[in-house]
């Protein structure tokens, strides 16, 4: 018995720009809208999802970015990812101190949260 995944990530985003975060989350990171459990729904926010990653973004009244607390997502080519996000224009950060067997860097979606993308080094 333990701990063996995780099965989402929620940040956290203001009312009604869920718009925003299509863009973003689907149209430029590529990643796939998730369906809300009716339940669920009438809170607003949205669902991601690519490969076995899931993003959650939850409407929060008192909306602040997470600049220090952030998700690391692994991906398969950091320099194409980074360029389209810049090209989008979102904000990059590439100036992050090395770590042992990792490319990495950190963007912002639209609401500021920081989001940190590693790519492993091979060889």
């Known amino acids: 018995m333990g701990i063996y995944a995780i099965d989402h990530v ?3 985003m203001p009312a ?3 718009e925003r975060a299509r863009a973003f989350f689907r149209d430029v ?3 796939s809208e998730v369906s809300k459990p009716a339940a669920l729904a009438g809170r607003g926010g949205a669902w991601f999802a690519a490969g076995n ?3 959650h973004l939850g409407v929060e009244a008192d909306f ?3 600049r220090k607390a952030h998700p690391a997502l692994l991906v398969d080519d950091l320099d194409a990812l980074l360029a ?3 090209t989008a224009g979102y904000p990059v950060s590439t100036d992050e101190p090395p770590l042992a067997g990792y490319r990495r860097a950190h963007i ?3 609401f500021g949260n920081r989001i940190e ?3 492993r080094l091979t060889g």
């Open 10 to 12: 929620q940040l956290a």
């Open 16 to 18: 009604g720009e869920e």
């Open 29 to 31: 990171l590529g990643m």
């Open 53 to 55: 990653v899931q993003l």
């Open 64 to 66: 602040r970015p997470a």
């Open 84 to 86: 389209r996000v810049s």
């Open 108 to 110: 912002f979606d639209p």
């Open 117 to 119: 993308l590693m790519e």
